[in-house]
């Protein structure tokens, strides 16, 4: 089936195989340790928000951790926010003094979180807003933390000084930090209007010329689709889709769900709506079982580390990668209807089934028309039991009377020890 993808973008194929991705939000935002669109949520303004700056220490940040625990906890790729809506610049830009260089951390995180990426073979990706509300000549809208100071609104702001610094700090990010593989924009909202502005898009960003100066210095590059140019990876957050993403010629999508670990992106202590390791397996699997990928957020407090939370789930969520990653490397959809409870993944000759629900001593898989070699559980290899249709079956009380292209799998009592058991049916 064609993949609905820009022809000029680079390959996706690593992205296709990968699966499973890291997203770090970390900035002056996780200071306030609430939002990170704390800026405009309580219309700080400028000058009150640079306080942060100051206090931006940083002392706990060592990126090989970081990258260390997304390895062990299966991740393939890390995308770290380079610039969120609130400006600051994670890395030494020539085009601001609004960077972290010249913050009490006062060195150039992100050159270290891609050397920390290439030791590991970790693959790179820059998150980049397009939205900066720090910026003097980003016009005030109705996202604006300004929105309603008429002596800011009343400024001269030129569009067009804005979009060549955005353009500049995109070219240093695509220039000056080596091989990146995955460039992710957030976000364009031409959509909104207020009755005194309209929201900002493509147009605003001059965004097939980011794109174009970004597929210039790195033609391998895959980009998402919040540019305002409907291609690219497609990008639903905080939401599950029902079935495999098509297009309507019927091509399938490049998605990649976004996650959270709680509600929002920031490193909060007090959002309270921890996702479980439980949880987030789930979500990987149905990603995966739907030809998506899962980008999953963890914000590092402004010290620089994963918070004890964080790390907690990390771990149990490397505890079931290390038994079970080969029903989600290389793996994605199959045609075959999931048993009750269960989520399919498939690659060549492989069935992976995921069982959600432990049920009582059976999975019946209807209308299966395949011939299985073996059928295995993947976190010990044990044999599991497959039982076809036999006519001799039908005089006996206590087996289920299997139909004819219905295959039973036969089950211990007992779950196994895993958060999601898993059994492998080779073809
Ligand atoms: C949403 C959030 C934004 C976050 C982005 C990442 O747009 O508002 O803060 O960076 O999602 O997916």
């Given at each position: 089936m064609q993949l609905d993808w820009p022809a000029h973008y680079g390959d996706p194929s690593w992205f296709l195989h990968d699966r499973f991705g890291m997203f770090i939000h970390w900035g002056l935002y996780s200071l306030k340790a609430k939002d990170e669109w704390i800026m405009t949520q309580d219309k700080i303004n400028k000058e009150e928000y640079e306080k942060l700056f100051y206090q931006f220490e940083a002392d706990l940040y060592e990126p090989k951790k970081w990258v260390k625990q997304a390895k062990e906890s299966g991740m393939k790729y890390i995308v770290l926010t380079t610039k969120h809506h609130e400006g600051f610049a994670l890395w030494d830009s020539a085009y601001t003094e609004y960077k972290i260089t010249n913050t009490p951390?006062?060195?150039?995180?992100?050159?270290?979180?891609?050397?920390?990426?290439?030791?590991?073979?970790?693959?790179?990706?820059?998150?980049?807003?397009?939205?900066?509300?720090?910026?003097?000549?980003?016009?005030?809208?109705?996202?604006?933390?300004?929105?309603?100071?008429?002596?800011?609104?009343?400024?001269?702001?030129?569009?067009?000084?804005?979009?060549?610094?955005?353009?500049?700090?995109?070219?240093?990010?695509?220039?000056?930090?080596?091989?990146?593989?995955?460039?992710?924009?957030?976000?364009?909202?031409?959509?909104?209007?207020?009755?005194?502005?309209?929201?900002?898009?493509?147009?605003?960003?001059?965004?097939?010329e980011l794109e174009q100066l970004i597929l210039k210095h790195q033609p391998h590059m895959i980009i998402n689709n919040r540019l305002g140019l409907d291609r690219g990876v497609y990008t639903p957050e905080q939401y599950q889709p029902t079935e495999v993403l098509m297009t309507s010629d019927n091509k399938k999508r490049v998605w990649e769900a976004c996650q959270t670990f709680n509600d929002r992106w920031t490193y909060n202590p007090n959002n309270l709506n921890m996702k479980s390791a439980e949880m987030i397996i789930k979500l990987l699997i149905d990603t995966v079982s739907k030809d998506g990928n899962l980008l999953m957020n963890f914000g590092p407090t402004a010290r620089g580390n994963f918070d004890e939370a964080s790390t907690k789930v990390l771990e149990e969520i490397a505890d079931w990668m290390t038994y079970h990653s080969s029903s989600i490397y290389g793996a994605g959809s199959s045609s075959l209807r999931a048993p009750q409870d269960c989520r399919i993944t498939a690659k060549e000759d492989r069935i992976f089934i995921h069982i959600f629900s432990w049920p009582f001593r059976t999975i019946h898989l209807k209308n299966f028309p395949l011939d299985i070699q073996y059928a295995r559980f993947l976190h010990d290899h044990?044999?599991?039991?497959?039982?076809?249709?036999?006519?001799?079956?039908?005089?006996?009380?206590?087996?289920?009377?299997?139909?004819?292209?219905?295959?039973?799998?036969?089950?211990?009592?007992i779950k196994p020890n895993h958060l999601v058991p898993v059994i492998e049916i080779k073809l």
């Open positions: 951390y006062g060195k150039d995180a992100l050159k270290e979180f891609v050397e920390a990426c290439r030791e590991e073979d970790m693959k790179i990706g820059f998150y980049h807003s397009v939205i900066d509300w720090h910026h003097e000549h980003f016009t005030i809208d109705g996202l604006h933390p300004a929105r309603e100071d008429e002596d800011v609104k009343a400024e001269n702001r030129d569009m067009k000084i804005y979009q060549e610094y955005l353009y500049n700090q995109v070219e240093e990010l695509v220039t000056q930090y080596g091989k990146i593989d995955y460039f992710w924009f957030d976000f364009s909202y031409d959509d909104r209007e207020w009755s005194w502005a309209k929201g900002k898009g493509a147009k605003d960003w001059r965004s097939e044990s044999e599991v039991t497959v039982k076809r249709f036999d006519p001799a079956d039908l005089i006996h009380h206590d087996l289920p009377v299997i139909a004819e292209d219905e295959v039973v799998l036969e089950l211990p009592v």
